[in-house]
């Protein structure tokens, strides 16, 4: 009997969007510190994400979501936040969240998480959960 195909045994691949590849080659390979793979102008910049593949998928028109597309699970957010700001990024601020003096809120759950945005306007997070 043959075996399904199914998608848990594959990799995913993640897609986030600009409007100037110049700017997010960038942000993306020199800020966050990102390998890029390939540059396949003019559809999109790839860029090896810990394993994952990651197109920035270049477009004429951009409209960003009113929330979190691409986060990085990370083993100390507070270490992770500093070198990210010492990289240049700022951290958003969201009214009614008690975030720290990083940016940086905790979960009910306990969960620590930051957000940030690329250049394009597209929210990005750092997190780290616990055990």
Do not use: C
Not at 48 to 54: E, F, I, K, R, W
């Amino acid at each position: 009997m043959s075996k399904q195909f199914q998608l848990r045994e594959q990799s995913i691949i993640a897609f986030v969007a600009t409007l100037d590849p110049t700017r997010a080659k960038k942000f993306y390979n020199d800020t966050l510190g990102l390998p890029l793979v390939s540059e396949e102008i003019p559809f999109a910049l790839v860029f090896d994400a810990h394993g994952t593949m990651l197109r920035v998928t270049i477009v004429k028109e951009l409209r960003t979501a009113a929330y979190t597309i691409l986060g990085w699970q990370v083993p100390n957010i507070t270490v992770a936040a500093k070198g990210l700001q010492k990289a240049g990024v700022q951290f958003e601020r969201y009214q009614g969240m008690e975030q720290d003096e990083l940016g940086i809120w905790t979960s009910p759950g306990g969960s620590r998480v930051a957000w940030f945005k690329d250049p394009d306007g597209n929210t990005l997070s750092i997190s780290e959960h616990g055990a």
